[in-house]
């Protein structure tokens, strides 16, 4: 399998196609931060490598989820072949679902969770599992109080974008979403109160 079907094939594919955007973003982003920072105090390094991996997460995460179905696809074979076949589906034309998974299971609508829907569900929660995570550390203005208004109206924001470029608008995206968002979060939270409380147990070495 050579590189261009990777890329073109799986969900695996899907991430690997939105990787030159996250690295390109994250080119742009380093090169005005270091003029920014130009002939100021030193910064904190740590918080700014952070800060650029979440641009670059945030800028893959765009490219991946707002963009038109098949988009990158299509322009990785447009690269190959030198034709343009765009597939994707024109505005407003996606379906709309307002009724949970869960609620279908309870109800008898489905009777299992077939490989696909599953890769979903699981998918759209890990998603954005590193966007709760990365705010901590990134910003500080995300409290552990306002987080729930990011984490819904982000995922909100996500799909109605999607909606107007031609893709679906789930109610499981938003549920998904929102709790990768919220456990990210404070994960990461207690995982930086474990490191500091360590750090403060540890006595300094003679």
């Not at 700014?48 to 179905?69: D, I, K, S, T």
């Not at 979903?120 to 901590?136: D, E, I, K, Q, R």
Request: charged residues 15%.
């Amino acid at each position: 399998m050579d590189m261009y079907e990777l890329m073109t094939s799986g969900t695996f594919g899907r991430f690997l196609q939105v990787v030159p955007i996250a690295l390109l973003a994250g080119l742009i982003y380093a090169v005005c931060r270091a003029a920014a920072l130009h002939r100021k105090r030193p910064p904190a390094w740590g918080r700014e490598a952070v800060r650029l991996l979440f641009v670059c997460y945030l800028a893959g995460l765009a490219a991946l989820v707002l963009a038109p179905q098949n988009l990158w696809s299509d322009i990785l074979y447009f690269l190959r072949t030198g034709s343009f076949d765009y597939g994707s589906p024109p505005p407003f034309s996606g379906g709309i679902n307002l009724v949970p998974t869960f609620v279908r299971l309870l109800t008898g609508e489905l009777s299992g969770l077939g490989s696909w829907v599953t890769e979903m569900l699981v998918g759209n929660f890990l998603m954005f599992l590193p966007l709760g995570a990365f705010l901590p550390f990134a910003t500080d203005r995300v409290t552990g109080r306002s987080i729930f208004a990011v984490a819904a109206l982000v995922p909100l924001a996500v799909e109605t974008v999607q909606l107007a470029v031609g893709r679906s608008f789930d109610v499981d995206d938003l549920i998904l979403n929102f709790a990768g968002i919220v456990c990210g979060f404070f994960a990461a939270k207690a995982a930086a109160a474990l490191v500091q409380k360590v750090r403060g147990n540890v006595s300094p070495s003679k």
